[in-house]
Structure formats: C-alpha cells, structure tokens
C-alpha cells in the first residue's frame, strides 16, 4: 500500500487538545448534582458544572481534533494540554504510549483539584470555573486508564504520530469506540470517580465565609446505580429529573441512543464564537481545493439526497453515500457502531440507514448552515487564518500518485468525534474518496 506524505503548509495552534473521556452526563451532570449534595447552592454548582463541561470543546482555548495536533498536523502544546485535561499522566511528551499510562485517581489526575482545594477562602467564589477544570482532569483518569491508544483512521493515507498521540486505550474499547464513555460499562470506575469528585467537593473552602453542609457519602451512594445503569438519553433523563435536575440540555450530543424519547434539546453553555460564514478563508490553500470543500460541506449540511451528494463530489459508490448519511444522523448513539466500522459497511448496515432516515427528523438540522460546525482556528506563523468550519492539510501521494487533501471538522451535533474528508485531485477534479473518524477521545 503506499503511503502518502503528509505536506502541512502551517502549524495548526489551539489551545488545548479536543477529547471526552466521560461525557458531559458526567461533567456537567453528575458533577452539578454531586455540588448539591456537597452542600453547593444551584448557581454555584451549575457554575462548577459548566467549567468542567466547557473542557470538552466549550471554549475556543479547549478546541482542537487530536486529527490536527498530531495525524495531519503536528502541534506538541495541545497534545500536552490534551495530556493534562484528558490523560493525565506522570509520563512524558513526546514519549511512546506505554510510558504515558493513566492511573484512576494518581498523583498527576489529582494534582489540579489539589492545587484548587488550597485557593484563599476569600477567592474561592471566583475560582468555580477553575474547580470544575480541575474535576475534569480526575474523572477522565478513570475513563481513561491504561496505556492511550493511537488512532490510525487512514492507513495509507496519514498515520498519527505515538509519541504525540492520544486516545482511548485498547482496554477501554480502543480509540475508535466510545465505550470508554459510557458509565454503564463501567460500573465500579463510575463510583470510584464519583467518590474521589465528592471528596474534593467537599474539601473546597466556603464560598462567601459561609460554611457549607454536605450529606454524607454512603447516604448518596445508593442513588448512584440508577444514573450508571442508564443507557438512553430518556433514562438519564429521567434519573436527573427524579433527582431534582430538570434542565437536561447538557445531555445534547452524547453517544447513547435517545430511547424511547426523541433528545432535541440544545445546550447553550458552550462559550464559542459564531462563525460568519460556512464558507472556509483559510490562508494557503490552492483556491480550487478550498473552493471544492466549501461547496461540499455547505451540501452536506443541509442535504438529505446523500446519493447525489456522492454522485457530485466523490465516485458516486454506495459506500460513500452512506458514510455521509450515518454522519449526519442526529441520533449517534443509535448508529455509533456502524459509523465506526473501519471495513466497507455491508448491505444490511446501509439498509438500516437507510430505514432509520426515512424518519423526516433523523437528521441534524441547523437554522443556519454555519451553526453545523465548532469553529476552529488555524494559525501559522505571522499568517493567521481566520476562523474556520473545518481545515485542509494536502498530501501528495508517493510514486507519482494523485494529489490528496485532508479536511478536518466537527460537526456540532457529534461533538465526541472528529471527521476527516478525504478527497483526491483525478483528471484534474478534487473528488472525496472516503470518510474517516476519531473519537476524540
């Protein structure tokens, strides 16, 4: 097979590493509620909540694929902020994985929330967002414990640096599943970080000089099963609302199917700039190659005829089509497993794509085609991009093959995966050839 050789014309910046590890029903929600029982008032615990949400993709400092710091491009400050948030480890970077491995609840998943505990009595009402930071680095210790895995979504085409590298480990269901999310797969992990959440909780200094009362762990404990047993949207649901949270819009976007309800919530607790225009301004990119994606995404956002949309940019192959359609599926959890087949899906996976689209709302919809994607930020040198829907990387294939590009995006409504566009220059017309995807992480 041959391989192509990455050409990276700028060094893609931002400002930490795009991952998961738990999702926001844990980040924002099982962390709101475990404030409450600690004693936290409503605004203080929701504010908690949303500075360790905001972690996963909420702000532009923490935007950033593992595709760009380190598969397409390469940029070592976001995989080492990636390490810190996400994986934490007393290993080095870059460094082999093995040296890198997560221990649940270590020294270095601990060394944040430590350092947050010890913040002056008088400061500690304007450092909740930095709590919340600091949680989010001790919960994903457990979800992410082991040896991080090496995502390698294109082989052939570009190979994601071990050294700089970071995803789910082998153990926890691989770089490509979303297992290591999901708490109902891991019971026991699920407590432990609970319990190692509650306790720094419990440990930070009065807001306002005014004492706080938790209850005691082992009488909250109990409550816990229901919410770890959970497996839809509707069911966690039901358990926030049971339990006296009845906002659930932070569960938009996670990788469990919706069950027996529809989930057409949206969250407005990301702090993320609007993006102008869907259209890309990317510096340094051949005009035709930047033409060609943004005509293409500005189709795929908005379209429900994914067979013309293969026809028109790609080989027009059965394959292609219902990659495009299974990413558009509002309802991931429901598709996850075929979206990331890495073999060419099979007759009856296409057809129940197929059966689940006819439903007329099955796939995301956005009121502007611009809101579909996060933004990102490309920088290179003194030539900084605006910021962009998705990014593009060219490669030129060894052996005097067809020139190749990469384009790099997340869609707004899987915002635990990353997709990488994979187009090819054949008798002088850009055409996708593939779909790729990470789950980040």
């Excluded at 979800?143 to 970071?166: K, V, Y």
């Excluded at 869907?278 to 994606?293: E, G, I, T």
């Excluded at 379209?303 to 558009?328: C, H, I, P, Q």
Aim: a neutral charge; charged letters at 20%; hydrophobic letters at 45%.
């Amino acid at each position: 097979m041959i391989v192509a050789r990455i050409f990276v014309s700028s060094v893609w910046l931002f400002a930490a590493g795009s991952s998961s590890g738990f999702e926001s029903d844990v980040h924002f929600g099982l962390t709101q509620w475990l404030a409450l029982q600690a004693g936290f008032d409503e605004e203080s615990a929701k504010t908690i909540a949303i500075g360790d949400q905001r972690v996963e993709s909420g702000d532009m400092q923490y935007v950033g694929p593992v595709l760009a710091y380190a598969c397409v491009a390469k940029e070592d400050l976001r995989s080492k902020l990636a390490g810190e948030h996400h994986y934490p480890s007393a290993g080095a970077l870059p460094g082999a994985p093995e040296t890198r491995t997560v221990l649940p609840g270590g020294e270095a998943a601990q060394k944040a929330a430590l350092a947050v505990i010890k913040v002056p009595a008088g400061q500690a009402n304007y450092m909740l967002f930095r709590l919340g930071e600091a949680l989010h680095s001790l919960q994903d210790s457990w979800s992410h414990q082991g040896i991080p895995g090496i995502p390698q979504p294109a082989d052939g085409i570009f190979a994601c640096d071990r050294a700089w590298a970071w995803g789910h480990p082998a153990a926890r269901g691989g770089w490509n599943s979303h297992k290591a999310d999901l708490t109902m797969a891991w019971p026991a992990d699920t407590v432990a970080m609970a319990k190692a959440v509650y306790d720094v909780l419990t440990q930070y200094p009065p807001l306002s000089q005014t004492a706080r009362t938790a209850r005691k762990w082992d009488q909250i404990r109990p409550s816990l099963d229901g919410f770890i047993a959970a497996s839809t949207k509707t069911e966690k649901k039901r358990w926030f609302a049971s339990h006296g949270i009845s906002d659930v819009s932070f569960l938009e976007g996670i990788s469990l199917r919706d069950g027996a309800q529809p989930f057409g919530l949206k969250w407005a607790g990301r702090k993320l700039p609007p993006l102008a225009t869907p259209q890309s301004r990317q510096h340094a990119v051949d005009a035709d190659l930047l033409d060609f994606f943004n005509r293409f995404f500005a189709q795929w956002v908005a379209t429900d005829n994914f067979d013309a949309l293969a026809s028109a940019f790609g080989t027009g192959k059965a394959e292609l089509a219902a990659r495009l359609k299974v990413w558009r599926l509002r309802d991931h959890g429901r598709v996850a497993e075929i979206a990331h087949t890495q073999r060419a899906l099979t007759g009856e996976q296409r057809s129940a794509l197929d059966a689940i689209g006819k439903d007329h709302k099955a796939y995301a919809a956005y009121d502007r085609p611009s809101a579909a994607f996060f933004p990102l930020l490309p920088r290179g040198g003194d030539d900084v991009s605006p910021l962009v829907p998705f990014f593009v990387s060219t490669a030129v294939a060894a052996d005097g093959k067809a020139p190749r590009a990469v384009a790099v995006v997340k869609f707004r409504h899987v915002p635990y995966d990353t997709l990488g566009v994979v187009a090819e220059k054949i008798g002088g017309r850009w055409r996708v050839m593939s779909i790729v995807s990470v789950v980040d992480h």
